[in-house]
C-alpha cells in the first residue's frame, strides 16, 4: 500500500531556509513521479516541484516558476526519501506542502499547470509557516 509521509515543517523568519522530507513506501515502478504541492490559507493548492522517476527521464525536475532558484528537490532512493529544500524563504510560501506520487509524468503534471485534481496519491501535509 502505498504511504506518503511528509515531515520538516517550521515556523522560519523570512529569508531562512528550511528542508522538508517525505518518506515514501509501497512505491512500484509504475509511478513515475514524486513531487510537492503546497497550499496556502484560503487559496488552491499548487504545484511546487516534481522528479521524475521514468527510465527515460530520471532525475529530471521541474519547478513553479516562482520557486525557482529558491527551492531544490532531490531524492535519495536508499532511504525511499524525497526532500525539498527551500531558501529564501517569503511569507507568500506560507502554507501546507504535501507530498504526491503519481503515474503521470512529471513534465505532464507541470505542462497541466500543476493541476492537483489530477493527483491521486497525497500525504498528510507539513505545514510551513514564514513570518518574522
Known amino acids: 500500500q502505498l504511504q506518503l509521509v511528509e515531515s520538516g515543517g517550521d515556523l522560519v523568519q523570512p529569508g531562512r531556509s528550511l528542508r522538508l522530507s517525505c518518506v515514501v513506501s509501497?512505491?512500484?515502478?509504475?509511478?513515475?513521479?514524486i513531487g510537492w504541492f503546497r497550499q496556502a490559507p484560503g487559496k488552491e493548492r499548487e504545484g511546487v516541484s516534481c522528479i521524475s522517476s521514468s527510465d527515460d527521464t530520471d532525475g529530471v525536475t521541474y519547478y513553479e516558476d516562482s520557486v525557482k532558484g529558491r527551492f531544490t528537490i532531490s531524492r535519495d532512493n536508499a532511504k525511499n526519501t524525497v526532500y525539498l529544500d527551500m531558501n529564501s524563504l517569503k511569507p507568500e510560501d506560507t502554507g501546507v506542502y504535501y507530498c504526491i506520487v503519481d503515474m503521470l509524468p512529471c513534465a505532464v503534471i507541470a505542462g497541466t499547470h500543476w493541476r492537483a485534481e489530477y493527483l491521486e496519491h497525497w500525504g498528510q501535509g507539513t505545514l510551513v509557516t514564514v513570518s518574522s
Open positions: 509501497g512505491l512500484t515502478s509504475d509511478y513515475i513521479a
